[in-house]
Nanobody, 127 residues
Framework: QVQLVESGGGLVQAGDSLRLSCVAS????????MGWFRQAPGKERELVAA????????YYAESVKGRFTISRDNAKNTLYLQMNSLKPEDTAVYYC????????????????????WGQGTRVTVSS
């Protein structure tokens, strides 16, 4: 079965950077839509960044545009989220997600439409 394992979270100060990784098994990140979501205590899970099936189309939440970058290393079957200029409001558990199928040029923004999820990695940003 498909398994996604996130890593790279931690405790950092405002302005610092982190790079989250998601290693996939049972699927290839090169041919499936992938995304990063986050959920803060008491809040709904929200999409942070995502890419289409081919990776040519990306989406970023307004709150992270210019600071976060989603990318993937096909050879390592790994999805990344580079997070720069971190802010306290970025504090959350970050989840890697994948869709079984996708269409070119389209990025899925709804969490309910992602079938596979990792268990999350915690990111805490102090002020």
């Amino acid at each position: 079965q498909v398994q996604l394992v996130e890593s790279g979270g931690g405790l950092v100060q405002a302005g610092d950077s982190l790079r989250l990784s998601c290693v996939a098994s049972g699927q290839t990140v090169a041919t499936h839509p992938m995304g990063w979501f986050r959920q803060a205590p008491g809040k709904e899970r929200e999409l942070v960044a995502a890419c289409s099936q081919t990776g040519l189309t990306t989406y970023y939440a307004e709150s992270v545009k210019g600071r976060f970058t989603i990318s993937r290393d096909n050879a390592k079957n790994t999805l990344y989220l580079q997070m720069n200029s971190l802010k306290p409001e970025d504090t959350a558990v970050y989840y890697c997600a994948a869709r079984e199928t996708g269409v070119s040029g389209f990025v899925e923004r709804r969490a309910d439409n992602y079938q596979y999820w990792g268990q999350g990695t915690r990111v805490t940003v102090s002020s």
